[in-house]
């Protein structure tokens, strides 16, 4: 009989093709860079201080829920870091430390981990968060009076408020180019379109991101922004104005993407994305907020589980006729 | 291992094996395991004891009449008999032979072309073929598929014989018309073996190289034009397969008088390199990898089948058996490690399924052992088992494990509720 050596028994399939949560989560980042990068550049200091102090206070309450509840350790996998990250780019400059622990306590106590941690949130966990936030502290997003301060060279008042108070005309001082560009007041990481355009075709390339939501919420937007501007020009802005200002960007390629709240299926993923953009710019355009990014997202993640539910034949099923 | 590529976007494609290699005959071994299934009502090989004499083709069972047999690939005397549990928990003994190192071989074989034939002596032969569904009065069979296709990645098996064995394979495919009554009989094979499979005399059909393109399943949906309905068997649909390496097997039988006892298989290396081997049948799996220069080291992976869809197993003491195509070693760096880790719901598995199982919302039903639901709701009996979803999960959750577990669990249940009846 041949010498025994320890065998590893394991099931099938033994072949895996590598990826890893982590992986994927590290190349959210670093598609986020270029638009991070440069709200640091043009806010300096202040703005470094609030993404690094929002990652590390995600990172820090889902350690804190890992030990109070004797979980495993879950903070390597990258995923509270990504939430921090995208929370931090959603927030002004000057936002106040106590906002930044609260808004990352929200996304990932409230919008992540009560639910059961990774994969279980109903709810997109930063936008949860902005929404809470947004609603509660007023005064910190109205972006006009916390970048009061700021000079940067371009006209620093936030667009979608002017489009709110003053309509269409009050825009006509921006040019699509330097709105494209970056050249214009708002959160940290999502004003430079061009920058977050690139990162997310990375992510869509990489097949991190699922091209069909990102596309379809891009579609919705615009097509909805056009059919008001055809409507009333006087009343309503152009659908480019729309792309480039607020939160559309970000949430086009980093937020509503977002896996747990989003479907899988190919027409859930269209329905869902162009219903978010139509949502979007309702809410922009006669609703009451300025920008209606983070609630038309919440809507649509709630009816995700209903969505999903339209999906293929599976091959050999047997349909039961009543 | 493929890795995922860099350009995620574009869905991973396996191309089958599709260039076989020339096939090397394994020194005759110096015993041979034989695994006797306990037949219906769990009896043992009682016939047997140890130092009985066997011969060559010998038939080996627990009666003259029992279904379940094994056919002795050497000649010289019964060492040792042994219970033995298969990875699915069934109950089998374990007959190892002591060879004398000559071919003595058997005359039991009666060459008549009937279907009692089939069942009395080839459901043993190479590839397993069973015979069970033409002797079922509940079911009609009206085509066979001798299939030129192998089972997963890697192997190159049936695609071997086809190339090699044309000749054999037409007798086969002819006995198999007398034996079954079943006229029409097609043959998958890839693209590039049409050729020698127009010789056999029977409707040769073409497979794409994809995998999982060769699974019965997918070759229903493809090729014969009639998708199997998740609650029929093949043989329910009246379709048979049998491996092109079976129905070789059994013409070369009757050309030659002798039962087949030899098996093909390919063995594939840790640095992924194949080659393909003649053995006996119950050689040790530890002389097939001797033969071919592969060393065990602690902590690998010794795979019967292939990568995708194979059985992992403990000892190289374990022998080949008929339905053994392949033989896998996998450095425990280079193996997938499952985790724990929940769904996040990213869809790949969704989009690679070639069924178009939700599988998403299959795994979380199956996590909670709602193995009821799973079938009702979530298709859990449509699955193909090509292993695909594990394959690309992100999370590296176990899904093929736990879709045969489901599988498993509510045959157990129904097994139960048809006993109350």
């Not at chain 1, 979608?160 to 006509?172: M, R």
Request: glycine share 10%.
């Amino acid at each position: 009989m041949s010498s025994q050596q320890k065998l590893v028994v394991a099931h099938a399939p033994y072949w895996h093709d590598g990826s890893k949560i982590s992986t994927k989560n590290y190349h959210v980042i670093i598609a986020a860079l270029p638009a991070v990068l440069m709200g640091i550049s043009q806010y300096g200091t202040p703005a470094l201080g609030v993404i690094a102090f929002a990652m590390a206070c995600a990172v820090i309450w889902e350690l804190v829920w890992n030990l109070v509840l004797g979980k495993s350790m879950s903070i390597g996998d990258g995923s509270a870091v990504v939430t921090g990250l995208l929370l931090g780019m959603l927030m002004p400059a000057t936002a106040p430390w106590w906002v930044i622990v609260l808004g990352t306590f929200i996304a990932i106590i409230v919008g992540k981990q009560i639910f059961g941690g990774i994969g279980f949130n109903p709810l997109n966990p930063p936008l949860l968060a902005l929404a809470m936030l947004v609603i509660s502290f007023k005064g910190v997003f109205d972006f006009d009076e916390a970048l009061r301060h700021y000079d940067l060279g371009f006209i620093m008042t936030y667009p979608l408020a002017d489009l709110k108070a003053f309509g269409p005309a009050a825009i006509e001082k921006f040019s699509l180019g330097d709105l494209f560009m970056g050249r214009q007041a708002g959160a940290i990481g999502s004003t430079f379109g061009l920058g977050l355009i690139v990162g997310g075709l990375y992510l869509i390339l990489r097949g991190y991101v699922r091209w069909e939501i990102s596309l379809s919420f891009l579609a919705g937007v615009f097509i909805t922004a056009l059919l008001f501007n055809l409507s009333d020009s006087a009343k309503y802005a152009g659908p480019l104005f729309h792309l480039f200002t607020g939160y559309t960007l970000i949430a086009a390629f980093f937020l509503v993407p977002e896996d747990s709240s989003s479907p899988a299926n190919f027409i859930p993923m269209l329905i869902f994305g162009v219903l978010a953009g139509v949502m979007t710019v309702l809410i922009r355009n006669i609703g009451a907020y300025v920008d209606g990014v983070p609630f038309s997202i919440l809507l649509m993640n709630l009816a995700n589980p209903l969505l999903d539910k339209i999906r293929p034949k599976a091959i050999g099923k047997v349909v039961e006729n009543a | 291992m493929i890795k995922r590529s860099f350009l995620g976007l574009v869905k991973p494609r396996f191309e089958y094996n599709l260039a076989p290699d020339p096939v090397q005959d394994v020194p005759l071994p110096k015993t041979v395991t034989l695994l006797l299934k306990a037949g219906q009502n769990g009896g043992g090989a009682t016939a047997l004891k140890v130092g009985d004499p066997v011969k060559t083709g010998q038939k080996l069972a627990s009666s003259p009449d029992s279904a379940e047999y094994v056919i002795s690939s050497v000649t010289g005397s019964v060492s040792a008999m042994a219970p033995y549990v298969d990875a699915y928990g069934r109950q089998c003994t374990a007959i190892t032979i002591q060879a004398s190192g000559q071919d003595d071989w058997d005359d039991g074989f009666d060459k008549a072309p009937t279907l009692d034939t089939a069942l009395k002596f080839f459901e043993y032969a190479p590839g397993n073929p069973s015979f069970k569904a033409f002797a079922d009065p509940e079911k009609t069979i009206r085509t066979i598929v001798v299939n030129g296709m192998e089972q997963d990645l890697l192997l190159t098996v049936n695609q071997c014989v086809v190339q090699n064995e044309a000749a054999d394979i037409k007798s086969g495919v002819e006995a198999l018309k007398k034996m079954t009554g079943v006229d029409r009989i097609l043959m998958t094979v890839p693209e590039n073996l049409v050729q020698p499979a127009t010789t056999t005399g029977a409707e040769v059909k073409t497979v794409r190289g994809t995998y999982p393109e060769g699974l019965p399943h997918m070759i229903m949906k493809d090729v014969v034009g009639q998708v199997v309905s998740a609650d029929d068997t093949l043989a329910d649909a009246g379709v048979v397969f049998v491996s092109a390496e079976a129905v070789a097997a059994i013409g070369a039988a009757f050309n030659a008088g002798q039962l087949p006892v030899t098996k093909v298989l390919t063995v594939a290396g840790k640095d992924g390199s194949t080659r393909n081997v003649r053995t006996r049948i119950g050689t040790p799996l530890g002389d097939v990898l001797q033969a071919c220069n592969v060393t065990l080291t602690e902590r690998d992976r010794l795979i019967l089948g292939g990568p995708m869809r194979g059985i992992a197993t403990y000892s190289e003491d374990l022998p080949v058996e008929p339905g053994t195509d392949g033989v896998v070693v996998q450095d425990d760096v280079d193996s997938a490690q499952a985790t724990d880790y929940p769904c996040i719901n990213c869809g790949e598995c969704v989009r690679i399924c070639p069924v178009r199982i939700p599988v998403n919302m299959l795994v979380r039903l199956l996590e909670a052992r709602l193995y009821e639901d799973a079938a009702a709701i979530y298709d859990l009996h449509c699955c193909v088992e090509c292993g695909l979803c594990s394959y690309v999960c992100i999370s590296r959750i176990p899904i093929f494990q736990y879709i045969k577990l489901g599988k498993y669990e509510l045959s157990l249940i129904e097994t139960a509720e048809a006993a109350n009846e």
